[in-house]
């Protein structure tokens, strides 16, 4: 009889989103065929999980439920309860849950403290200066010219970030953190840096502590609207592979980035479990870590795990016992691609509470993952959040993937609806 790590019969996945949603398929459909329990999940992930009514900011009700579930794997989706010990708590309960301890987590709860682990570690960053008086922000800016980024240091729900183009801008930006408080404590350290420019790329990796498996190169599409423009959103599109950042170079990122970063994690007695997902920028003078995030990212991850051929939760749980295979993950060929479905209003006001249509036609042809979604009154479905969908399929080539998405897209309909039609656009030959 051959050894192998143990195999959980049940995992619970913590969340309740689109990113939540594909990592439940793709759990799901592990050889071992798991049950997936989620909380607190939404109306997709019921259709292939219990669902459980815990929030995700309950950690002792979590534990409860990981215990009276006797689960196998906690699999964490959010930042927050990461950031917040979740993990740690899991595992002061005998539990192992896939994330890192708050400790490693602060590698995104603190953009600062990610900048002294990246200069400790050799990484290429962005630079930047950490300011926490506006007299102090407004020298750096004087001192760094446009364009700019300012930064709130702590989680902001993505909304902590200005590329500011002029001076006025740059200084509202500080204000909004240092005087207003908008972020409250998470801004009251903020990082200016240095704008850079170049296509930004998200390579995601599964680490266990001091080993790292990644995954390919993805990238998402921020602005609202087509040819990036308007404001910023939680993301409208994702796609994998994407050619500019090739097999070859991505292993070389991870040597120049994750392995660095693990390595010094592990150096200070916090080594790092989980997903370490750099966010990177491919200037003219090499690549630039923009941030880190310790999870998967919402919508890279509805297309990275369409393409898993591999025994995902096999993965997340040998990770968990710091037990990772040297050997790669199986990885499709094929290209996935994911457009999002989002809420008249967003991303500054969102309405909510419309019926959507077309949810069995679209799940026909791609896979349609939940992200801000509600059982209506008729046994239907209505929106409940900024982005309410994201549907993702998986082509022989990124325009098969992406003419299959947008097919299922076209079978969805509420009022309101906002999609960019140019998700993966160009790439691959795909029609723009
Ligand atoms: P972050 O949350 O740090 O990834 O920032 C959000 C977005 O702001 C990034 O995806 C970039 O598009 C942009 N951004 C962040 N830092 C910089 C920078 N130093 N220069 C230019 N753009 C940036
Ligand atoms: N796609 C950006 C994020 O997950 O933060």
């Given at each position: 009889?051959?050894?192998?790590?143990?195999?959980?019969?049940?995992?619970?996945?913590?969340?309740?989103?689109?990113?939540?949603?594909?990592?439940?398929?793709?759990?799901?459909?592990?050889?071992?065929?798991?049950?997936?329990?989620?909380?607190?999940?939404?109306?997709?992930?019921?259709?292939?999980?219990?669902?459980?009514?815990?929030?995700?900011?309950?950690?002792?009700?979590?534990?409860?439920?990981?215990?009276?579930?006797?689960?196998?794997?906690?699999?964490?989706?959010?930042?927050?309860?990461?950031?917040?010990?979740?993990?740690?708590?899991?595992?002061?309960?005998?539990?192992?849950?896939?994330?890192?301890?708050?400790?490693?987590?602060?590698?995104?709860?603190?953009?600062?403290?990610?900048?002294?682990?990246?200069?400790?570690?050799?990484?290429?960053?962005?630079?930047?200066?950490?300011?926490?008086?506006?007299?102090?922000?407004?020298?750096?800016?004087?001192?760094?010219?446009?364009?700019?980024?300012?930064?709130?240091?702590?989680?902001?729900?993505?909304?902590?970030?200005?590329?500011?183009?002029?001076?006025?801008?740059?200084?509202?930006?500080?204000?909004?953190?240092?005087?207003?408080?908008?972020?409250?404590?998470?801004?009251?350290?903020?990082?200016?840096?240095?704008?850079?420019?170049?296509?930004?790329?998200?390579?995601?990796?599964?680490?266990?502590?001091?080993?790292?498996?990644?995954?390919?190169?993805?990238?998402?599409?921020?602005?609202?609207?087509?040819?990036?423009?308007?404001?910023n959103t939680g993301g409208m599109g994702s796609v994998s592979p994407?050619?500019?950042?090739?097999?070859?170079?991505?292993?070389?990122?991870?040597?120049?980035?994750?392995?660095?970063?693990?390595?010094?994690?592990?150096?200070?007695?916090?080594?790092?479990?989980?997903?370490?997902?750099?966010?990177?920028?491919?200037?003219?003078?090499?690549?630039?870590?923009?941030?880190?995030?310790?999870?998967?990212?919402?919508?890279?991850?509805?297309?990275?795990?369409?393409?898993?051929?591999?025994?995902?939760?096999?993965?997340?749980?040998?990770?968990?016992?710091?037990?990772?295979?040297?050997?790669?993950?199986?990885?499709?060929?094929?290209?996935?691609?994911?457009?999002?479905?989002?809420?008249?209003?967003?991303?500054?006001?969102?309405?909510?509470?419309?019926?959507?249509?077309?949810?069995?036609?679209?799940?026909?042809?791609?896979?349609?993952?939940?992200?801000?979604?509600?059982?209506?009154?008729?046994?239907?479905?209505?929106?409940?959040?900024?982005?309410?969908?994201?549907?993702?399929?998986?082509?022989?080539?990124?325009?098969?993937?992406?003419?299959?998405?947008?097919?299922?897209?076209?079978?969805?309909?509420?009022?309101?609806?906002?999609?960019?039609?140019?998700?993966?656009?160009?790439?691959?030959?795909?029609?723009?």
């Amino acid at each position: 009889m051959c050894e192998s790590a143990a195999v959980a019969e049940r995992i619970l996945v913590v969340g309740s989103g689109g990113r939540e949603h594909a990592l439940a398929v793709a759990l799901a459909r592990s050889p071992g065929s798991p049950a997936i329990h989620c909380a607190p999940g939404n109306p997709g992930i019921a259709e292939i999980a219990t669902t459980h009514a815990v929030a995700v900011d309950d950690h002792a009700g979590l534990v409860r439920l990981a215990t009276e579930q006797r689960v196998g794997l906690v699999v964490v989706g959010p930042e927050a309860p990461l950031v917040a010990g979740l993990v740690d708590e899991m595992a002061a309960a005998g539990i192992a849950a896939f994330g890192p301890t708050a400790a490693a987590a602060r590698l995104e709860g603190s953009k600062a403290f990610a900048k002294e682990v990246m200069a400790s570690a050799g990484v290429p960053a962005a630079a930047s200066v950490a300011v926490t008086t506006v007299q102090e922000g407004v020298a750096a800016v004087d001192q760094m010219g446009f364009p700019i980024a300012i930064k709130a240091d702590g989680l902001a729900s993505g909304k902590g970030v200005v590329v500011a183009m002029r001076r006025a801008e740059a200084i509202e930006a500080i204000e909004a953190c240092l005087a207003d408080r908008r972020f409250g404590a998470a801004g009251d350290t903020v990082l200016i840096e240095e704008g850079l420019v170049g296509p930004e790329v998200s390579l995601l990796a599964v680490c266990d502590g001091t080993r790292v498996v990644r995954f390919p190169a993805a990238r998402d599409y921020k602005p609202i609207g087509d040819g990036n423009t308007g404001p910023n959103t939680g993301g409208m599109g994702s796609v994998s592979p994407i050619p500019d950042v090739p097999d070859a170079l991505a292993d070389e990122l991870v040597e120049q980035v994750h392995r660095p970063v693990v390595a010094e994690m592990a150096r200070r007695g916090t080594p790092f479990t989980g997903v370490l997902y750099a966010g990177l920028m491919m200037t003219v003078d090499g690549p630039r870590v923009l941030e880190f995030n310790t999870r998967f990212g919402d919508p890279e991850t509805q297309a990275l795990l369409p393409r898993v051929d591999g025994d995902l939760a096999g993965l997340l749980e040998a990770a968990a016992h710091g037990e990772l295979p040297d050997a790669p993950f199986a990885i499709s060929d094929d290209p996935a691609v994911a457009v999002v479905l989002a809420s008249e209003g967003y991303p500054a006001a969102p309405v909510t509470g419309d019926p959507i249509e077309g949810l069995a036609e679209a799940g026909r042809i791609a896979d349609v993952y939940h992200a801000g979604t509600a059982p209506g009154e008729d046994g239907g479905v209505v929106t409940a959040g900024g982005r309410v969908l994201a549907v993702s399929a998986r082509g022989a080539s990124v325009a098969d993937a992406r003419a299959a998405a947008y097919r299922a897209a076209d079978a969805i309909r509420f009022r309101g609806m906002q999609r960019r039609s140019d998700i993966a656009a160009g790439i691959d030959g795909a029609a723009s």
